[in-house]
């Protein structure tokens, strides 16, 4: 076999060698980490989280009763602040919150 159709051969075991090699330099992204975090509810209630910070307050409601929905706001130390409703309202909702701790909903 003459000696260039070895080094033509060998050529592309070459380059893919050189592509592992790189592809194994590269930096390898952190895994992210989760938390599940129970956000507690007044007793009897229900509560769902819609919205979250980066300060890691939870804005969303919490149902005092059948008729009694509340804007809830769960602090990270696992505080829950019940946020009420507009004065003659019977229900609220929050929908978002802003890394100022402003609920919207």
Do not use: E
């Amino acid at each position: 076999m003459p000696k260039h159709a070895i080094r033509c051969s060998m050529k592309p075991l070459a380059h893919a060698i050189g592509l592992v090699l790189m592809v194994a330099a590269l930096p390898v992204a952190a895994t992210p980490t989760y938390v599940i975090t129970d956000l507690n509810t007044v007793p009897g209630g229900i509560s769902s989280g819609a919205a979250i910070n980066n300060a890691g307050q939870v804005a969303g409601y919490s149902c005092l009763n059948v008729d009694n929905i509340h804007t809830a706001l769960w602090q990270p130390n696992g505080a829950m602040l019940d946020l009420g409703t507009l004065p003659g309202g019977g229900n609220s909702f929050a929908y978002a919150i802003n890394n100022a701790g402003q609920v919207v909903g």
